[in-house]
DNA sequence: TTTATATTTCGACAAATATCGAAATAATTA
DNA sequence: TAATTATTTCGATATTTGTCGAAATATAAA
């Protein structure tokens, strides 16, 4: 749960969700859509992997990356709990 | 968005919801369920209502604070969008 | 085998964050 | 009014985080 929060809080990684959402890309595609460095973005890459939000493979030398829904399903159940109004 | 995933990014604020779901609490009671300092609880609340995920209001010398769900839902919202299955 | 391309790891650094004790503010009680 | 209680603000500090350039690794192409 820890890093879950942890890498969904930062708009960049967000915004790999949201890109990852439509299609698997590589990394290099990824980065495309950001100015910022290569090191960075695999560093972004890296955090989301460790919450499982994402999952890589690799296809010669590029590594794909897809969208897991298993975790943010989990974060769901917790927010809803929570968001259920008491009676 | 930023603020609130900043809020939800540690676990004793995210305790602190859980709390608050079962009932209103002062500054003080809540700070009893933790071992932390008043100013660092201080500030942990501050980062929730600046988050919108809790409210608060003065009762006599007590500091009364309640969970907001307007938020939460918001974000639900959010997650649910991304972990649909594309199809 | 050399060169090029894709990605990650390493080392460093500036900015953000959680925490604390002391002091300040506000309301209550003696 | 003076003392007490509840909470926040202030200033400082240690830790974490996002970022970068350079180097390392891995695969593909010439």
């Known amino acids: 749960m820890n890093?879950?929060?942890k890498a969904l809080n930062d708009p960049i990684r967000r915004e790999?969700?949201?890109l990852l959402k439509k299609?698997?890309?590589?990394?290099?595609e990824i980065a495309d859509?950001?100015?910022?460095g290569?090191?960075?973005l695999s560093?972004?890459?890296?955090?989301?992997?460790?919450?499982?939000l994402v999952?890589?493979?690799k296809d010669g030398q590029f590594v794909i990356y897809s969208l897991s829904t298993t975790v943010l399903d989990e974060i769901l159940q917790w927010m809803y709990q929570l968001s259920q109004q008491k009676q």
Chains 1, 2 share one sequence.
């Open 3 to 5: 890093t879950v929060f």
């Open 16 to 18: 790999i969700l949201t």
């Open 23 to 28: 299609s698997d890309l590589t990394a290099g």
């Open 33 to 36: 859509h950001f100015q910022i």
């Open 38 to 40: 290569k090191p960075t």
């Open 43 to 52: 560093h972004h890459l890296d955090l989301l992997r460790q919450a499982d």
């Open 55 to 57: 999952s890589s493979r």
